[in-house]
């Protein structure tokens, strides 16, 4: 069975993270295998850490369990991260007036490929 399409994804859709501080931890995993990636996210600094290692781990469940990959062949081939909603809130200031806040949500998306290893026969 000749599979042609060999990548998987998954998506985490409001993330309470603007996407600018999300950006710098997804950058930070693209090309590396899906365990080595997890791995690193373990001992990231970043709070946000946390959310991107379950998106990865829904990656890796969906490339096992609906399409019968071999996890060890899988890497991140994308991670990027899109903007979602926005809560606005205001601020009160001096003399009656008011600022406003905005709270940003983002949106990851992991995409994971399976890279097939080629033996060379001689």
Avoid: W
Avoid at 16 to 42: F, T, Y
Avoid at 92 to 101: D, V
Wanted: charged content about 35%; aromatic content about 4%.
């Amino acid at each position: 069975m000749q599979k042609n399409n060999l990548i998987v994804q998954a998506v985490n859709k409001n993330v309470r993270c603007s996407p600018r501080k999300l950006a710098l931890v997804l950058n930070h995993i693209k090309g590396k295998k899906a365990d080595v990636a997890l791995k690193d996210l373990e001992f990231t600094r970043k709070k946000i850490a946390k959310d991107v290692s379950k998106t990865v781990k829904s990656a890796i469940s969906n490339a096992e369990n609906n399409h019968q990959y071999d996890i060890d062949n899988l890497f991140v081939k994308e991670a990027f991260v899109g903007k979602s909603l926005v809560m606005k809130r205001f601020r009160p200031r001096a003399k009656g007036r008011a600022s406003p806040i905005k709270k940003p949500f983002s949106r990851i998306t992991i995409i994971l490929e399976e890279k097939k290893e080629k033996k060379e026969n001689k």
